[in-house]
């Protein structure tokens, strides 16, 4: 590896669930959101059964988009003011968001049914979303239960004027992004049979507050926070498949870079790999229950394993060139990683998780580093110096070995990673002159930035929380 650039960790991908999401944010907010108490899950309000042949099944990339009428939130009788008036908004500005970002619907929002004539009846008011060529409608109401803000919303398929899906969660106002969130990941689990991504999370470091500390964000960019305080240099992180911990490197204990674990729930530290002189770029197994990483031997970088607490630990590399960046499959049978063994420049490597069965998987471009596996294993995201010096965001598939650029030119694209659908693609990019973090679809498309302060590194999306 060239002396101005570290090894950087990069996650590998784990594979979606197909179960039914439940309102069980205790389980996701001791994950991602610890300090705020849970929302109460509550009964689902009366909704008419849909009928067998109210089928709304949706792939992403399908098109059309499907057509969603999404009136304004109703209110009923009541004054949602100060704090409530916030948080109902906000919680109504994320659903929005949340449901646009998913790539599944067009939105008619308020403005665009205003000239609606709409009287309260039911029959009528279907037919007039239907004028607009609209689907399918999302009608929901915020109300005051004490200090609580209750969200009932339910989707009707205009043809047949049925409910095809009614939720009701009830939370305090501090939680009112994560009620939207929560419903929009089961819209999108009803229209697609996946879950959608807006409770997870990104992992990332950044120098924002003059040192470089370890950052996470909700996957939109929003909730930045601050985990680690060690003014030292700290960089590298992986979620844990819970997303209960992250690991990440820190040269806060005034040696070498050492391997820490975050508690999420708790801001606990707690170091896991501190012998030696160098260790770096941790990633958790799919079990959660190992950690593969960079160690130095001498002069040489190989790499390794060990347990969560960092017993066990076991070479996996033996070569004369330098072995970095390792990432776990989400079978947990095979780990990527960076060599420079036999060509004397980093290339792409798949081994089996015990070391063994060797394989080369980058043939094209001089210097290709840090792969991040998608979801469903198939394919690695990774860092690619093209012509001229600049790194892009390229993509291999497993089986041809065929490769394909994502994000080009414009700067340096780094430090891939795929979010749990494996929709997305999150990575550094100077595209707009300070590295910033950016999302593009994993298919292509225009990047878009996520952070703003700074310079931010290496994210790291986190798997689903636990249902």
């Known amino acids: 590896m060239t002396a101005n650039r570290p090894p950087q960790r990069l996650k590998a991908g784990r594979a ?69 008036g916030i948080a109902a908004r906000e919680l109504e500005s994320a659903l929005r968001a ?120 909700d996957y939109d960019g929003r909730n930045q926070r601050r985990i680690t305080a060690h003014r030292s240099i700290s960089m590298s992180p992986a979620w844990s498949p819970s997303g209960d911990a992250v690991a990440y490197v820190s040269f806060f204990a005034g040696s070498g870079p050492a391997i820490y674990l975050a508690d999420i729930a708790s801001g606990l530290k707690r170091p896991v790999v501190t012998s030696g002189s160098l260790n770096t770029s941790p990633t958790f197994s799919p079990d959660g229950r190992r950690i593969a990483f960079a160690r130095s031997l001498g002069s040489n970088i190989e790499i390794f394993v060990c347990d969560r607490d960092g017993s066990s630990l ?38 089996d998780a015990e070391g063994s069965n060797l394989r080369r998987i980058t043939f094209s471009g001089d210097y290709n580093d840090g792969a991040a596996w998608s979801p469903d294993g198939t394919r690695l995201a990774y860092s690619s110096r093209q012509p001229g010096g600049q790194f892009a965001i390229a993509v291999s598939d497993l089986v041809s070995l065929a490769s394909r650029l994502l ?47 700074g310079n931010n590194y290496a994210p790291d999306w986190s798997g689903y929380p636990p249902q």
């Open 314 to 351: 076991r070479q996996l590399t033996y070569s004369s060139g330098i072995d970095t960046n390792p990432a776990w499959s989400p079978s947990g049978r095979e780990i990527a990683f960076t060599s420079s063994r036999g060509t004397g420049r980093p290339q792409i490597y798949v081994m």
């Open 98 to 217: 949340d449901l646009d970002a998913s790539g599944i619907f067009t939105i008619q929002g308020p403005a665009e049914l205003s000239p609606l004539q709409l009287t309260g009846e039911t029959a009528h008011d279907f037919e007039q979303y239907r004028s607009l060529g609209n689907e399918v409608v999302l009608l929901g109401e915020l109300k005051l239960e004490g200090d609580r803000l209750v969200l009932e919303g339910r989707i009707f398929d205009l043809p047949s004027g049925q409910a095809i899906l009614g939720k009701r969660y009830r939370g305090t106002f501090d939680l009112a992004r994560r009620i939207a969130h929560t419903f929009a990941d089961e819209i999108l689990l009803h229209f697609t049979g996946r879950r959608g991504v807006a409770l997870t999370s990104i992992a990332f470091y950044s120098d924002r507050d003059g040192e470089k500390e370890i950052y996470l964000m």
């Open 16 to 84: 979606p669930g197909a179960a039914l999401l439940l309102l069980a944010l205790a389980a996701a907010l001791g994950a991602q959101q610890a300090s705020s108490p849970a929302p109460t899950p509550v009964a689902t309000p009366p909704a008419a059964t849909a009928p067998d042949q109210v089928t709304l099944v949706l792939q992403p990339g399908d098109r059309p988009l499907l057509r969603l009428a999404f009136p304004a939130l109703a209110t009923g009788n009541q004054q949602l003011a100060g704090e409530a």
């Open 407 to 453: 994000v080009a030119g414009n700067g340096n694209h780094e430090s891939p990673s795929f979010s749990p659908d494996g929709r997305r693609v999150a990575f550094a990019s100077t595209l707009r002159g300070r590295t910033q973090i950016h999302v593009v679809g994993a298919e292509g498309g225009e990047p878009r930035p996520l952070t703003t302060d």
